[in-house]
Antibody, heavy 116, light 111 residues
């Protein structure tokens, strides 16, 4: 059974940093593009970033470029999102999802709240 | 890159068919066959319904079908059921620097 489990969310002050993790199981992680997608409270879905299997390609939403970094550890079957210079409009549930372009498996999400 | 345009809400009675539109431009929906659709129940993760405009993943009901004409993609739900009441989102690849863009979302109500 495919499982994606996010962790690392929480309350952070504006300008602060946070690192999200996603533990994957049930499929060959090293063969899959992976992505982060977020959803602000009461709002729609927004793609954030994706990463190729070997980390040779990474793509980002314009508004997070230079502030967020996506990475992965294939030996640990884990995906990461390092977030810095956080702003109030980054407040959202962050989902880890398998794929890029279409996403067939999703985690349950982790809530990031940016507030003073 | 603005979000793709979807109707805010669509409703139908059990057994009816409904169609949700997703309008973009030639830089996204109209230019590529990389449109996908997702169903999301409250408090849950999205579920993939359709990929590459009209392909259905294994395990997804055949009541869900996708199509595209010009800059508008569509999701049709036939034989509407109570469990179909949810939010639906489209997504497309885009040549803008954003790369992938979701639709504004449509709330489906089963009357």
């Amino acid at each position: 059974e495919v499982q994606l489990v996010e962790s690392g969310g929480g309350l952070v002050q504006p300008g602060g940093s946070l690192r999200l993790s996603c533990a994957a199981s049930g499929f060959t992680f090293s063969n899959s593009w992976m992505s982060w997608v977020r959803q602000a409270p009461g709002k729609g879905l927004e793609w954030v970033a994706c990463i190729k299997q070997d980390e040779t390609a990474k793509y980002y939403l314009d508004s997070v470029k230079g502030r967020f970094t996506i990475s992965r550890d294939n030996a640990k079957n884990s995906l990461y999102l390092q977030m810095s210079s956080l702003r109030a409009d980054d407040t959202a549930v962050y989902f880890c999802a398998r794929g890029a372009g279409w996403w067939d498996y999703w985690g349950q999400g982790t809530l990031v709240t940016v507030s003073s | 890159q603005s979000a793709l345009t979807q109707p805010a809400s669509v409703s139908g009675s059990p057994g009816q068919s409904i169609t949700i539109s997703c309008t973009g431009t030639s830089s996204d929906v109209g230019g590529y066959n990389y449109v996908s659709w997702y169903q999301q129940h409250p408090g849950k993760a999205p579920k993939l319904l359709i990929y590459d405009v009209s392909n259905r993943p294994s395990g997804v009901s055949s009541r869900f079908s996708g199509s595209k004409s010009g800059n508008t993609a569509s999701l049709t739900i036939s034989g509407l059921q109570a469990e179909d009441e949810a939010d639906y989102y489209c997504n497309s690849y885009t040549t803008s620097s954003t790369r992938y863009v979701f639709g504004t979302g449509t709330k489906v109500t089963v009357l």
